[in-house]
Every structure is written in structure tokens, then in C-alpha cells.
């Protein structure tokens, strides 16, 4: 799988990763906080085929803003955990009313996910783990053969995801914390936002995990 973080220009939005199968070109975008030219240049470079998947890690709005364009422009499938895909249609859960409540334009989800569903892009399977604790209906995606877990607003390089926000849960957040550093091996970890790390690391360095997990 070649994996390339897009960058979108602005502090303020998610990281948003292009994943291409380098067999069929099939393709998904993970958290597309806004649809611009970067993220068209970053088609063009890769080499693409078809957009199948917007995967999205969870509903906030600096992780979907892009979405209604993208959809639009490619007629990718929109996929979302069943807890948040109401987001998709309401900036008061989302957190767009009070930030910037133009940007975001409805849209429905195509997929809804669940705990431990299997995704396809040619052969390579991505399979969804539920994450709750930013928000009810975060997940990270794991890609079996390289070994990377795209961990949304759920584990950063050295922290974790807020638990204060609409739909948080400090709890549930430590319990899937636990789900990711079970795991067996190492990863690499790709946050929504903040350079990327590695499980390995997180699991001896990262200090919520330290203080609230083991």
C-alpha cells in the first residue's frame, strides 16, 4: 500500500492520508477536512485509479469539512462508524456551528461501520477497530500487511485524543487504548494530527497511556 499525507494548508485541519492498492489503483482518502488543490495534485501524483473510500475516522468538522466536494467531484462511498455518522449532517455535533459553520455541507454516509468490519482496496484489507472515547463513534483503520494503524484523534505521539467534547468519554477513551496497545507487534501509527510514531513507542512513552492506562 503506498500511503502520502496531504497537506492541506492549514494548522487547524486533520492529517488527511491518500492510501493506493499499487496493483489495481484503487484507492481511499482518510479524513478529508477540506476538498482544494493539494488534494487533487496528490491524486495526479499517485497515480491513481479509482476513488473508492472517504474512510473517516471519526465526525468532527476539521476532519470532514472536505467531504460534500470530494464526494461530488469522485462518487467515492463515504464511511463512518454508526455513531458518528449523524455528524455528517449536523454542525452542532460536529462542532462546526461554533467554528465555521459554512464550511460544512451535508452529506450522507454510504458505509456505516462497526467494530472489526474488513474493508478491501484490491487485496489489501483494512480492517476497522472501534475507538470510542473522543467521540462515541471514532475508529481507527488498520492495514494488515504494512502494519499501520491510522488512529484519528484517538492516539497521538506522546498523548491521546481529548475527552471533553461532545460525545467524549474518558473511560471508554482508556479502554481503547488498551484495545491498541494489545496488539501484537509493532505499528506504525498514523495520528490525525501531530507527526506520526510507532505503537512500540507510544506504549513506553506516551504519558496518558503511563499515567491512565497501565
Same mark, same amino acid.
Given at each position: 500500500?503506498?500511503?502520502?499525507?496531504?497537506?492541506?494548508?492549514?494548522?487547524?485541519?486533520?492529517?488527511?492520508?491518500?492510501?493506493? /492498492?499499487?496493483?489495481?489503483?484503487?484507492?481511499?482518502?482518510?479524513?478529508?477536512?477540506?476538498?482544494n /488543490?493539494?488534494?487533487?495534485?496528490?491524486?495526479?501524483?499517485?497515480? !491513481?485509479?479509482?476513488?473508492?473510500?472517504?474512510?473517516?475516522?471519526?465526525?468532527?468538522?476539521?476532519?470532514?469539512?472536505?467531504?460534500?466536494?470530494?464526494?461530488?467531484?469522485?462518487?467515492?462511498?463515504?464511511?463512518?462508524?454508526?455513531?458518528?455518522?449523524?455528524?455528517?449532517?449536523? @454542525?452542532?455535533?460536529?462542532?462546526?456551528?461554533?467554528?465555521?459553520?459554512e464550511?460544512?455541507?451535508?452529506?450522507?454516509?454510504?458505509?456505516?461501520?462497526?467494530?472489526?468490519?474488513?474493508?478491501?482496496?484490491?487485496?489489501?484489507?483494512?480492517?476497522?477497530?472501534?475507538? @470510542?472515547?473522543?467521540? !462515541?463513534?471514532?475508529?481507527?483503520?488498520?492495514?494488515?500487511n504494512?502494519?499501520?494503524?491510522?488512529?484519528?484523534?484517538?492516539?497521538?505521539? !506522546?498523548?491521546?485524543?481529548?475527552?471533553?467534547?461532545?460525545?467524549?468519554?474518558?473511560? !471508554?477513551m482508556?479502554d481503547?487504548?488498551?484495545?491498541?496497545?494489545?496488539?501484537?507487534?509493532?505499528?506504525?501509527?498514523?495520528?490525525?494530527?501531530?507527526?506520526?510514531?510507532?505503537?512500540?513507542?507510544?506504549?513506553?512513552?506516551?504519558?496518558?497511556?503511563?499515567?491512565?492506562?497501565?
Open positions: 500500500m503506498k500511503i502520502t499525507r496531504i497537506d492541506l494548508g492549514h494548522e487547524i485541519f486533520a492529517n488527511c492520508y491518500l492510501l493506493v /492498492d499499487e496493483k489495481t489503483g484503487e484507492s481511499a482518502i482518510v479524513d478529508p477536512a477540506y476538498f /488543490d493539494e488534494i487533487a495534485d496528490a491524486f495526479d501524483e499517485a497515480g !491513481m485509479g479509482e476513488l473508492k473510500y472517504i474512510l473517516l475516522t471519526h465526525g468532527h468538522f476539521d476532519h470532514i469539512f472536505g467531504v460534500h466536494g470530494l464526494k461530488e467531484a469522485t462518487g467515492a462511498q463515504v464511511v463512518i462508524h454508526k455513531d458518528d455518522a449523524d455528524f455528517l449532517l449536523d @454542525p452542532e455535533k460536529s462542532l462546526a456551528k461554533n467554528n465555521f459553520p464550511h460544512q455541507l451535508p452529506v450522507e454516509a454510504d458505509i456505516i461501520l462497526n467494530d472489526g468490519d474488513e474493508l478491501f482496496l484490491g487485496e489489501e484489507k483494512i480492517t476497522v477497530v472501534s475507538t @470510542p472515547g473522543h467521540t !462515541m463513534g471514532s475508529v481507527c483503520y488498520i492495514i494488515d504494512d502494519r499501520v494503524i491510522v488512529s484519528g484523534d484517538t492516539l497521538f505521539c !506522546m498523548t491521546a485524543g481529548r475527552t471533553d467534547l461532545y460525545g467524549g468519554n474518558e473511560e !471508554m482508556i481503547s487504548l488498551k484495545k491498541l496497545i494489545a496488539l501484537e507487534g509493532d505499528y506504525r501509527v498514523l495520528p490525525g494530527h501531530n507527526r506520526e510514531t510507532t505503537l512500540d513507542r507510544e506504549r513506553t512513552r506516551n504519558w496518558y497511556i503511563r499515567r491512565m492506562v497501565k
